[in-house]
């Protein structure tokens, strides 16, 4: 909870809200046994959010290399290749439906303002992450 106060002065230079973050960070980069820290943002209204997990992550590196990523961090992550909106538009069209739910998804909802609600999977966020479920999955390789 104490990772979570907003800041009161964001004008200033220093920063109190951030002392017990920073220390947990530099906890976490120092252990082998934890890669990460996922918490929730101060900046999301999360009753707005309905089976959403929006939330932040940081992965501090375990080792400084000057080239490459850190060799602890590869080995906890596979990923896919890499995407972005405009080139999904591209190849599948910006009115492509093939993402609508199912009925075995659980209903995640977002309201943006008084009186709207949209389903996560009809927002371009729910539309990119439905079309990377499917696509293969690979290990960085760090040479």
């Given at each position: 909870m104490a990772c979570c106060i907003t800041v009161q002065h964001k004008e200033s230079k220093f920063k109190p809200e951030y002392i017990v973050p920073q220390l947990l960070l530099q906890y976490?980069?120092?252990n082998k046994e934890f890669n990460g820290i996922m918490y929730p943002s101060t900046k999301v209204?999360?009753?707005?959010?309905?089976?959403?997990p929006?939330?932040?992550y940081v992965f501090p590196v375990k080792t400084n290399l000057t080239n490459g990523y850190c060799e602890e961090l590869i080995?906890?992550?596979?990923?896919s290749q890499p995407t972005s909106l405009e080139l999904e538009e591209l190849v599948f069209g910006s009115d492509d439906t093939?993402?609508?739910?199912?009925e075995n998804q659980i209903l995640r909802e977002m309201r943006f303002f008084e009186g709207t609600s949209r389903r996560y999977n009809h927002t371009t966020f729910g539309m990119i992450?439905?079309?990377?479920?499917?696509?293969?999955?690979?290990?960085?390789n760090n040479q």
């Open positions: 976490v980069a120092e209204d999360y009753s707005k959010l309905t089976n959403v929006a939330y932040n080995k906890a992550f596979d990923i093939s993402f609508m739910e199912n992450e439905d079309r990377l479920k499917g696509r293969p999955l690979f290990y960085i």
